[in-house]
């Protein structure tokens, strides 16, 4: 069946680094575009970054956040560098069919706490 696995979240200092990994199963893997998403209590669960074939990011994260996918290892990963506390969420992990858009998967999530 189909799986997407988040891991690498924690606890990090502000301004620390932190490595988000998600590894896909039961798709084609090719097809997809892959993102991150990010939700905090209380608001809105927001996109942070994409991959199709080149990567976007929210403003917030920009040139802090790198998004980077191995479509060989079926992975999608995520750099977060230079965190701050309202960095802090639940990263959840995304593919979406890149012609069939309806078609939509979503990881448990893993949670990023920035604190000192």
């Known amino acids: 069946q189909v799986q997407l696995v988040e891991s690498g979240g924690g606890l990090v200092k502000p301004g620390g680094s932190l490595r988000l990994s998600c590894a896909a199963s039961?798709?084609?893997?090719?097809?997809?575009?892959m993102s991150w998403y990010r939700q905090t209590p209380g608001k809105e669960r927001e996109l942070v970054a994409t991959?199709?074939?080149?990567?976007t990011y929210a403003d917030s994260v920009k040139g802090r956040f790198t998004i980077s996918r191995d479509n060989a290892r079926k992975t999608v990963d995520l750099q977060l560098n230079s965190l701050k506390p309202e960095d802090t969420a639940v990263y959840f992990c995304?593919?979406?069919?890149?012609?069939?858009?309806?078609?939509?998967?979503w990881g448990q999530g893993t949670q990023v706490t920035v604190s000192s």
């Open positions: 995304n593919a979406r069919h890149l012609l069939l858009t309806r078609t939509v998967y």
């Open positions: 039961g798709f084609t893997f090719s097809n997809y575009a």
């Open positions: 991959i199709a074939n080149t990567p």
